[in-house]
């Protein structure tokens, strides 16, 4: 079956720097656009970030350009995020999905296969 695991998440003063990464199995992960989607508490889904399957197509939320890089290995059946310059309003549990959203695309669990989620925390 389809599974996605994250990792990397953790405790980071404002301003340091984490590296997500996904991995996936159970489907063909190349042939399958990304996403990095955030949820911090008490608050909906919001999507942060989408790879196309080749992985030469990007696209993110405005609040994050610049400061996070989405990336992919095909080879490895992973999806990775770089995440620079970090900030409070960064804290959250973020998941990855197979599937490509956008502003105009919302992301929803009803769509794709979800992650269990990795914490980011974002705090002195």
């Known amino acids: 079956q389809v599974q996605l695991v994250e990792s990397g998440g953790e405790l980071v003063q404002p301003g340091g720097s984490l590296r997500l990464s996904c991995a996936a199995s159970?489907?063909?992960?190349?042939?399958?656009?990304m996403s990095w989607v955030r949820q911090a508490p008490g608050k909906g889904l919001e999507w942060v970030s989408s790879?196309?399957?080749?992985?030469?197509?990007?696209s993110y939320i405005d609040s994050v350009k610049g400061r996070f890089t989405i990336s992919r290995d095909n080879a490895k059946n992973t999806l990775y995020v770089q995440m620079n310059s970090l900030k409070s309003e960064d804290s959250a549990v973020y998941y990855c999905v197979n599937r490509w959203y956008s502003m105009y695309t919302p992301p929803s669990k009803n769509s794709g296969s979800w992650g269990q989620g990795t914490q980011v925390t974002v705090s002195s």
């Open positions: 790879i196309n399957s080749y992985g030469d197509d990007t």
């Open positions: 159970g489907f063909t992960f190349s042939d399958y656009p």
